[in-house]
């Protein structure tokens, strides 16, 4: 530990077990608790540091690092060492019982008493079993806890990345373009979002680069959650331990956290990823004094979020990231009201390698290859990114019909694809480069038939949620096709259908479903649970004609693919509109009947211009113009 077994220690009742920084236990009053001192030389370095700056003595960490293949609970097997911080040590594991790969978190707080190691267990395995109880598709899965010896032990979903610090590092601290970092703060905010909005909430409190992790295919994952504490209303004020220096606000250095605190530490988070600067506390500068290219509404956000006054700052997650989109608001003549503009497009009529025949179902894979169903060509295409074919495959998608048909595609966190076969009533399951793997289903209404399923959409942990049409209801399966549960029903009234054309899923997991004859978007919980719904017949924002496909991106917009008005409508979480794009027409970014619509994770919209038979992409735009 970093000079934390100091004896002159106070215990603080509701503190949190987990702290990456100082476990149950602040340090004298006398010491910045920002600090932790050298055992040494007595030199106050950063908690975080592992060089004392006063005798370049190495900081002790949490205890020497499991050596590879020493197996814990009897269990987990540790493979090698990924993180090492002040009080803990991350593992990278393998699960023997389950056959999986797993991060295993070791934290060694230190105890003066058998009565506070009593207290501190108690306490750690509370809070587990909060974290545990986490379920956000940025956020990993608590697998399990355990205490063995003197280490507290969390185990967690493995996330194979680089955190935002080493990825700053390797640009040579240079800062990365405010696209980017407009991309990963729209993904963290619906984050805090959740466990804000939790009961109680759950304050984060060390928000900076390094425990951010991005993936492979884009996704950010808020990592560590060392300190996250459940914050405990009533009675005394709130204990928290500070979070990391520069990235935590004033409030912290005083023991109280709130929800804007973590907006504090976006807020810094984002002036370091764009500046390449670790920010000084307190002593940040306007942000285009440093980063000169940053727009002006770029630095506007950044500053409220770093006001020293917590209610000055942003009051919320959802109103921060709300003024996050309109740093990439456009007042071009040509897009209107759209945060997007027109990318690139691929296709046109035919049987081409790149050409289409009334093309329907679209989805974007974890490494953001785009999948696209061509009906009238019996075939699916793999196109990579750039819209370049990567591979194509054919199969008997339905029976003898009409091949103009609604067909959903899919896929799941594995890269496997899915595909809504309207008229054969059943879904197949594809591996990337098309092998069959699976099919279900048959004409019927009992559970796990079909009639006319249209859209498909896949869960972060592969279940299947198919858009039954024709029996106007939502079924669930596992990968393996096993029915897991339905809802929905036949009906005008909230929870029931008449046409459902397309479901999608919220980083949250809200089912969204869009009915094409009712022409309104219902919203469920993760169980069917009915929360909300809007849209009528018309043409005006918010009004829909012969709705059809629907996505949902990182940071929880919803979009629309509004045929009968051949546009593209973007909402907010609980449907609040937001922006729109298109007409009719077979120029760049007109449509002739959108049908289906993907989202990657950098939130470019691709979507199937069914009528001119092309595939158009449409670019987040971030300061009015494309952000290629």
Not at 49 to 68: K, M, Q, R, V, Y
């Amino acid at each position: 530990m970093t000079g934390l077994y100091s004896r002159n220690v106070i215990h603080l009742p509701s503190c949190s077990m987990l702290s990456e920084t100082q476990g149950l236990w602040y340090t004298s009053k006398k010491m910045d608790p920002m600090k932790s001192r050298c055992s040494k030389c007595g030199h106050e370095n950063p908690f975080d540091a592992e060089i004392c700056g006063g005798c370049a003595a190495p900081l002790a960490g949490a205890g020497p690092a499991h050596p590879p293949c020493q197996l814990l609970d009897e269990r987990y097997e540790i493979t090698s060492l990924i993180k090492r911080g002040g009080m803990s040590v991350v593992h990278k594991g393998y699960d023997r019982r389950l056959k999986r790969i797993c991060a295993v978190k070791e934290m060694a707080p230190f105890f003066s008493t058998t009565r506070d190691q009593a207290y501190a267990r108690k306490r750690f395995e509370e809070e587990a079993l909060i974290l545990a109880r986490l379920r956000h598709e940025n956020l990993p899965i608590i697998y399990d806890y355990f205490v063995e010896g003197t280490g507290y032990y969390l185990v967690m979903e493995f996330i194979d990345g680089e955190d935002l610090e080493t990825l700053l590092h390797k640009n040579k601290d240079r800062g990365f373009a405010e696209g980017k970092v407009v991309s990963w703060a729209g993904q963290i905010l619906p984050v805090l979002e959740y466990l804000h909005g939790l009961t109680p909430p759950i304050i984060y409190r060390d928000l900076k680069p390094s425990n951010i992790m991005l993936r492979e295919d884009g996704l950010v994952v808020l990592v560590d959650f060392g300190i996250a504490k459940t914050l405990i209303t009533g009675g005394s004020v709130p204990c928290t331990l500070v979070g990391s220096e520069g990235y935590a606000p004033p409030e912290q250095y005083q023991g109280k956290a709130f929800p804007q605190s973590d907006l504090y530490a976006l807020g810094a988070t984002m002036y370091s990823l764009l500046s390449g600067q670790r920010p000084i506390p307190f002593g940040f500068q306007p942000l285009r004094t440093v980063v000169p290219m940053a727009s002006d509404r770029m630095e506007r956000i950044v500053a409220k979020a770093l006001r020293r006054e917590v209610n000055e700052r942003f009051s919320t997650a959802r109103e921060m990231l709300d003024a996050l989109a309109s740093v990439n608001s456009t007042s071009r003549e040509d897009e209107g009201k759209s945060l997007y503009v027109f990318r690139m497009k691929v296709g046109g009529p035919g049987q081409g390698r790149t050409q289409f025949c009334g093309p329907q179902g679209i989805a974007v894979g974890p490494d953001g290859n785009v999948y696209v169903a061509d009906p009238g060509n019996r075939r699916i295409l793999k196109l990579g990114p750039q819209g370049a074919l990567l591979k194509s495959w054919s199969h008997e998608l339905h029976g003898e019909g009409d091949p103009d048909f609604f067909s959903g595609l899919a896929s799941d966190p594995t890269g496997n694809i899915y595909v809504a076969d309207t008229f054969g009533d059943r879904i197949l399951k594809f591996d990337p480069q098309g092998g069959l793997l699976l099919e279900w289903g048959t004409f019927g209404s009992e559970n796990g038939k079909f009639l006319r399923p249209c859209g498909v959409a896949s869960d972060r942990n592969g279940n299947i949620h198919v858009a039954d049409c024709g029996n106007q209801r939502i079924q669930v399966f596992d990968e393996s096709g096993k029915f897991l549960h339905t809802f929905g029903s036949y009906g005008s009234d909230a929870g029931r259908f008449q046409h459902p054309t397309g479901i999608a899923l919220g980083p949250d997991g809200s089912i969204y479903v869009s009915d094409g004859t009712r022409n309104r978007v219902q919203k469920f919980d993760p169980n069917g649970g009915f929360i909300k719904k809007w849209g009528v017949k018309g043409s005006q924002e918010g009004e829909f004609c012969g709705i059809r496909g629907i996505a949902a991106d990182f940071a929880g917009r919803v979009h629309v693919a509004d045929s009968g008005n051949n546009r593209i409508q973007s909402f907010g979480a609980d449907g609040d509109f937001l922006s729109e794009f298109g007409s009719y027409g077979s120029a760049d970014g007109r449509f002739k009947d959108p049908t289906g619509i993907a989202v990657d994770s950098s939130w470019t919209l691709f979507v199937v211009d069914t009528g001119n038979n092309r595939i158009q992409a449409f670019a987040f735009s971030y300061r009015g113009g494309s952000s290629k």
